[in-house]
């Protein structure tokens, strides 16, 4: 029986890297459908459980993306709501590579750290956005000491408490505006995710230089300048200023064997959700 996978993308046009993906990871056809709204969710859902017994289910799943996190967090638990009995499917869930990449950054900062993350302070600037958040997230739940940045108090204060509700802990937040102002901070962490957005400088190299608490930094951005001055995006645990760094590219390596191996594992049942936390325990044992 041919693995079909519906994506289900709140973009205009569904993502081509997602669908690519899923063909090398081994689904046999990829139903893609863009401009999804809330109220589409439940019909294509139906449409998708109900050709083939539940015996068979496995052999069907969803992958919900976009570029929103808040708009693939709607068609999840529309998707969800859809389901009853032994009519359900298995999820991946995966707006913009977010999950993948911050589970792929996390599991390289913390063997860098020697494979415990638990009551180091880890240092997740531009903490507000999907990765950002969502490697917080996974540190907070790692129990690691969790403190976030952005530069709107209020927007960084309200990130910061739906992180430590959605991953059961706490999370500071600090205010920078700009990479002067995250100087001290560094100070005070052994772990630093830049996390911001393509061609934006969050942290300067005389910032992090010469820190003796830092056990590893890492930066998701590939298009210079780096986020984080003197990592490059090659690096892959390379040695910087004395700490070992991880570039796009490094964590990119990783991000696409979790992603590949997320796919894959839709197919060996039909009742996962495979979010920001199964994808992490699934990339820490790749």
């Known amino acids: 029986m041919r693995k079909l996978l519906l994506q289900l993308d709140g973009d205009a046009h569904p993502s081509a890297f997602d669908r690519i993906v899923a063909y090398d990871a081994g689904a046999d056809e990829v139903l893609s459908y863009g401009g999804v709204a809330e109220a589409d969710v439940r019909g294509l859902v139906h449409g998708a459980i109900f050709t083939r017994g539940p015996k068979d289910l496995q052999n069907t799943a969803l992958f919900v ?17 859809a389901f009853f009995g032994p ?76 992180i430590g509700a959605r991953f059961k802990g706490s999370v500071e937040h600090t205010v920078v505006s700009g990479p002067a102002e995250a100087r001290s901070l560094v100070g005070d962490a ?18 992090w ?50 992603h590949k191996a997320a796919v894959a594992r839709l197919f060996e049942r039909n009742d996962l959700v495979l979010d920001a936390e199964e994808i992490y325990d699934l990339a820490a044992g790749l």
């Open 190 to 207: 052994d772990l630093v995710l830049a996390a911001g957005p393509a061609g934006v400088q969050l942290l300067s190299r005389d910032a």
């Open 87 to 162: 009519f359900r499917v298995s999820i991946l869930f995966d707006p913009n590579g977010s999950n993948t990449t911050a589970a792929a950054a996390v599991v390289k900062l913390v063997r860098a750290a020697g494979g415990d993350a638990k009551g180091l302070r880890a240092l997740v600037l531009a903490g507000t956005g999907p990765v950002g958040s969502r490697a917080a997230g996974l540190l907070l739940r790692l129990g690691a000491r969790v403190r976030i940045t952005s530069r709107d108090r209020a927007h960084g204060a309200a990130a910061a408490a739906e």
């Open 65 to 81: 993306g976009g570029a929103s996190m808040a708009k693939g967090e709607t068609l999840l638990k529309a998707a969800k709501n």
């Open 209 to 258: 230089s010469g820190q003796g608490s830092l056990k590893a930094v890492a930066d998701v951005n590939a298009v210079p300048p780096m986020g984080i001055e003197g990592v490059e995006a090659i690096d892959n645990g390379t040695p910087r200023e004395g700490v070992p760094a991880f570039g796009a590219l490094g964590i990119g390596g990783l991000k696409m064997k979790a």
